[in-house]
């Protein structure tokens, strides 16, 4: 719809009573009045001259508002404001609430103590606004004296008892009517049967802003195209919903996107039902009643489709594939995740992006990646912000400026406090050589030396500990992800390593540099399970070639350690070796040439396995705990 000027209230108000007239079935029944107005296509009433609107002031002790006063001018009141208003006051109506509805009071009772000012006001309205709705469902519409911008403007609230939020407010009372016209067309945009009930200038400009916005965000111009259908969505424009979740999704939003009217069409639904059926997944508590929600309309082979995906979802085995050269980029993307370069994986999948070609009209990206389980995570707002603005689906356009990668080329970022500000502590195996899926065959035996699936470290702690009744200190068998530490070294890496015991701490760097070379570090100089200690050990062809422990304070070393990473230039005092960790992992990165994926550690899904135990067996003398726990006992 073409904006109104604050004041230019004719033309507005009667293409809205013309399309009103032109929506109303012939065959149903109407009181008189509503029967006029159609038969004379005005929702109005004669306008109120100035002596009759400088009445009203006077009989309510205020000036009204500008853009209300004019209104005035053209009609003394208005049929039909929206759906649930049926008369707004004119001239003669309106009136202080004066909390008539005795709401002040039952908002008051949740107010909190530190409670804000939008709070307060919600509550104060009541008292002190001018109430608009003369006949309505149970709908409040009024203009607050007390909220008033430089022009004078009152904002309006409106509220209904139906609707369990606080009153929504408008700066002005054309934003109010505006909305008022959004809500009656987005009431009439379609029939029950789902066919377009009615037509008119409005949709037809809305229609046609719709297509030009499709366009416009396949060239990567999603922003503007993006508040083009919203707007039209406020209308109930068909196909305006769900190309705007289309890039919602996109953004990382996925609260209320449902992607309306296009997921149910069998051409798209293998991209668009993935992204709505993870969002099911990851909230529904099993109850997958509701799922059908999202999907009222569609046909029993998308439904069955959906059911599906859910199930391959939730074990963890659903795989998004695409066809042609970006559906090759999306498997070479994967390999590249799964085993922690995220970055390349998301650079790949960007470089194929202007060759990959749309299901249909209503396709703007691709979509269904976001919930495989290895290239979900790639996913960022930054990211999503840059495909979008790919020109992509055969339309030409400027290319975006990508975004810096999300992974430091070192180990350094190990020191960073985590996004919590808690302490930490981590251990780490560094193998030369050897390819990822190599690595159980060197840390672990027998059942354990293969890998777990793909799946973020809490995912993989909670599949070890799921059913475990026994729980010991007698031995440390860690839980590590795996993948590349550079171009020619693989990692295993703990986040969540067990208490650190220098007496019975037994390096795996010996066991895991058969035919090569193998580096350990254990870090806890920040955490909060007793003194900080540090370890490093190097091993070659099975042999530990040099190690050193900072622990209480000390220092034990083996074997000729390089003066690069010589413990006395970063323990000097060996009073405090908290500061110690950043230079130490830095000089790890120099001499080995070596880095670690944050991103895919932290955010991303990693194949693990569990280690043999990085304790030796517990000696004369020396006690160790055994705690049983026994889930089906009653408390």
Do not use: C
């Amino acid at each position: 719809m073409a904006n109104a000027t604050p004041y230019d209230w004719r033309p507005f108000l009667l293409r809205w009573s013309e399309e009103w007239s032109d929506s109303l079935p012939d065959d149903e029944s109407r009181s008189a009045e509503d029967e006029a107005a159609r038969r004379d296509r005005w929702l109005g009433f004669p306008p109120a001259s100035e002596e009759r609107i400088a009445a009203m002031e006077e009989r309510l002790g205020r000036r009204m508002p500008p853009s209300y006063r004019e209104f005035l001018k053209v009609s003394d009141g208005w049929r039909h404001a929206g759906g649930f208003v049926w008369l707004l006051a004119g001239s003669t109506d309106a009136r202080w609430h004066n909390n008539e509805s005795e709401l002040a009071e039952i908002f008051e009772e949740h107010l909190d103590d530190d409670a804000g000012p939008d709070e307060r006001r919600d509550a104060d309205i009541w008292r002190r606004g001018l109430q608009l709705d003369v006949e309505s469902d149970i709908t409040h519409v009024l203009l607050d004296p007390e909220d008033v911008d430089e022009d004078g403007e009152w904002a309006v609230y409106i509220w209904a008892s139906w609707r369990a939020e606080p009153p929504e407010r408008y700066a002005n009372f054309v934003e109010f009517m505006r909305d008022m016209h959004r809500e009656f067309h987005s009431l009439r945009a379609r029939s029950a049967d789902g066919e377009p009930e009615f037509a008119n200038d409005t949709t037809r400009e809305l229609d046609a802003l719709v297509e030009q916005s499709r366009l416009e965000v396949l060239r990567g111009n999603w922003e503007r195209a993006g508040h083009a259908l919203d707007e039209a969505k406020g209308y109930g424009r068909p196909r305006a919903a769900g190309l705007g979740d289309q890039i919602r999704r996109l953004l990382g939003q996925t609260y209320a996107v449902y992607f309306e009217g296009v997921v149910t069409d069998p051409r798209y639904a293998p991209e668009l039902l993935p992204a709505l059926v993870a969002e099911h997944a990851a909230n529904s508590y099993r109850d997958d009643s509701t799922l059908m929600f999202s999907l009222r309309g569609a046909g029993d082979d998308v439904v069955s489709l959906a059911y599906a995906t859910l199930e391959q979802i939730r074990n963890g085995t659903y795989r998004y594939t695409a066809a042609g050269p970006f559906g090759e980029a999306v498997e070479r993307a994967r390999e590249l995740a799964r085993w922690g370069n995220t970055d390349g994986a998301w650079r790949t999948l960007m470089d194929a992006l202007p060759v990959w070609q749309p299901l249909g009209p209503d396709h703007l990206a691709p979509l269904g990646w976001v919930a495989d389980p290895v290239l979900g995570p790639l996913l960022t707002p930054e990211r999503g912000r840059e495909l979008l603005s790919t020109p992509r689906g055969g339309q030409t356009g400027e290319a975006p400026s990508p975004p810096a990668g999300l992974d430091p080329d070192n180990l350094a970022w190990l020191a960073d406090p985590d996004p919590h500000g808690n302490l930490t502590s981590y251990r780490f195996v560094l193998v030369e050589g050897a390819k990822p899926e190599d690595l159980p065959g060197r840390l672990a035996d027998g059942d354990e030396a293969a890998l777990d699936d793909p799946m973020t470290s809490d995912e993989a702690r909670h599949r070890l500990l799921r059913g475990k009744r026994e729980f010991s200190s007698y031995d440390d068998k860690a839980l590590m992800a795996v993948g590349r530490a550079g171009t020619r070294w693989s990692f295993a890496f703990d986040s969540d390593p067990a208490h650190f015991d220098p007496r019975r701490f037994v390096s795996p760097a010996a066991a895991a540099s058969a035919g090569t070379r193998a580096v350990v570090v254990w870090s806890g100089l920040r955490t909060w399970r007793g003194e900080p200690f540090f370890h490093l050990s190097v091993a070659q062809d099975g042999v530990e070639q040099y190690a050193f422990t900072y622990a209480d304070g000390e220092i034990r070393r083996t074997g000729e350690i390089p003066r690069a990473l010589d413990p006395d230039r970063f323990f000097g005092s060996r009073e405090e070796g908290t500061e110690a960790e950043r230079p130490l992992l830095e000089a790890v990165t120099g001499e080995f040439g070596v880095h670690l994926p944050r991103y895919a550690i932290t955010h991303g899904r990693l194949h693990t396995f569990t280690t043999r135990s990085w304790t030796r067996p517990s000696g004369n003398g020396e006690a160790y705990t055994v705690v049983t726990m026994n889930w089906d006992a009653e408390r």
